[in-house]
């Protein structure tokens, strides 16, 4: 081997990185999570526990995934969740989703031209209800950073519903950087914040049937200033009384509802 040719520190850390992502897996629990994984194809499954009660309600499934459960009795149910998690005698060890890159899920991705930018939502609960909402509206993807966000877990997965096997989560190096990339596809970029002068409403308005982004901080801090600054426009979900605010994932809802109905709105109606 010749000299000089050392890598670069940042193509060794991506390397580094790739390997770690690579064993990296994820126990998924409960009834609804587990069943909605074992019947998804491009979920890889590694290791089923399931009591006897569980298995005979997650029999068709299991049967269809083609993975051997291990049955144990529910006194002896050790696997390695949270104490205390609800996993109704059913949990799977699994890698995370991948769903391919940012490009081909914004651009010729499922659903509506519509995806939700997450700032730092770190809620697993938050984050499974985003999802929820993201697959009830027909939105192309829930997008935050790698880190300082809520990673792919049971107690996540468990709070979607089964979204997480069907709604793309792309989580990401730079959320910012993330944001001009979707600019240059098309998507015009709207940040939330309470304290906005433009109503929701009346930011869509501008926007009529152009792909939208919808951008989202978390409870407190809100949208940080890079983000706030890298938005094309800042708006408000108008609330009626003089207090309260909605929580991320309500606020999410609302907007995605706003969002999605506007693009099947015809003005001469």
Not at 124 to 129: M, S
Request: charged share 25%.
């Amino acid at each position: 081997m010749t000299s000089g040719t050392k890598k670069p520190t940042w193509v060794i850390d991506k390397e580094r990185t790739r390997r770690a992502e690579a064993k990296e897996t994820v126990w998924l629990f409960g009834l609804h999570a587990v069943r909605d994984a074992l019947v998804n194809p491009a979920r890889e499954k590694l290791r089923l526990v399931l009591t006897k009660n569980a298995y005979d309600k997650l029999e068709d499934a299991v049967t269809l995934s083609g993975i051997e459960p291990e049955i144990t009795d529910p006194r002896s149910f050790k696997v390695p969740i949270d104490e205390g998690s609800v996993h109704q005698g059913a949990a799977l060890e699994a890698r995370p989703l991948n769903w391919g890159s940012l490009e081909d899920v914004a651009i010729s991705g499922t659903g509506a031209p519509l995806v939700v930018l997450l700032d730092r939502v770190t809620d697993p609960h938050n984050v499974g209800a985003v999802l929820r909402s993201a697959e009830v509206f027909g939105a192309r993807a829930v997008i935050a950073p790698r880190h300082h966000s809520a990673p792919e877990t049971g107690a996540l997965a468990k709070t979607a519903s089964g979204a997480l096997e069907r709604q793309p989560y792309l989580r990401v190096t730079n959320l910012a950087d993330t944001m001009e990339e979707l600019r240059a596809m098309g998507y015009v970029l709207i940040g939330l914040d309470g304290e906005a002068e433009m109503t929701m409403d009346e930011a869509l308005a501008q926007v009529g049937k152009r792909a939208v982004a919808l951008v989202m901080g978390a409870e407190g801090p809100g949208l940080r200033e890079k983000t706030r600054e890298t938005c094309d426009m800042i708006a408000r979900i108008p609330f009626a009384g003089g207090f309260g605010s909605l929580n991320v994932s309500n606020a999410a809802a609302v907007s995605l509802y706003a969002a999605s109905q506007r693009l099947h709105h015809d003005p001469a109606t």
